[in-house]
């Protein structure tokens, strides 16, 4: 028939609720090989803390290039991750999607729960 079609639509998600904290070093990083860190605190002590990113399309992804996190006795933690991708020896380049971002870490024992947000810039790659 060669009739097309297009429609949009929003979709809304359970809102997160945080009672615990997480800031970054950093509001604005470039969009690649910039180093970010993030400091939490308010978790169990002693405990594992799973974090995911929230690209600035809603998408939620796994944060790459982080050891294990794991607070210390007082609840506290600490990581440090890097935006985009080099491969040295390779003409590969990847800013991803610009704009902001979130972090968040759930405490996987107590279900402590922060969100930090930052932006991401970029630029630097010519389409």
Partial sequence: SWWGGETWFTLIGNQVDTNAWLWTDKDVVGGINEYISFSGSGFGAQEPVTCWLR???????????IPEVKTDG???????????GFWPGYDYFSEGALGVYAMTCRGNLS???????FTVTGGIVDP
Avoid: K
Avoid at 55 to 63: G, R, Y
Avoid at 74 to 84: D, L, N, Y
């Fill in 55 to 65: 690209t600035p399309h809603n998408q939620a992804l796994e944060v790459f290039n």
């Fill in 74 to 84: 007082s609840g506290a933690f600490s990581f440090t991750t890097w935006t985009g």
């Fill in 111 to 117: 279900g402590a729960t922060a969100i930090a947000e």
